[in-house]
């Protein structure tokens, strides 16, 4: 996986505004992007890239956003499918590694 597109993604990511959710879905919503986005910059500023454990939240984190997304109002949808995709890119760069 090319660093480069992850910054570019990620940078993409950083810019746009958060959505707006339902009340009951903000909270594990936010910490999904928090998480992932923890990840994203660990790995950015990380040569060796993440480690199994952080590897093993982000499948977690993944897997709880595929069960909330599918809620979520159309106009949400980019923000957590470009989140999503951020998190799809940490776990393929670790296959390739």
């Not at 746009?16 to 994203?40: A, H, N, Y």
């Not at 990380?46 to 454990?53: A, R, T």
């Not at 709880?64 to 951020?86: A, I, V």
Request: contains cysteine.
């Amino acid at each position: 996986m090319d660093r480069t597109a992850m910054l570019t993604l990620w940078e993409t990511h950083k810019e746009e505004q958060w959505p707006q959710v339902g009340r009951l879905q903000k909270g594990p919503l936010i910490t999904l992007d928090t998480v992932i986005s923890g990840c994203v910059v660990y790995f950015l500023n990380s040569p060796e890239g993440l480690d199994s454990q952080r590897l093993g939240i982000v499948e977690d984190c993944l897997a709880d956003l595929d069960n909330l997304t599918p809620e979520l109002d159309e106009d949400c949808q980019p923000y957590f499918q470009r989140l999503r995709h951020l998190g799809a890119l940490l776990i393929a760069s670790h296959h390739t590694n």
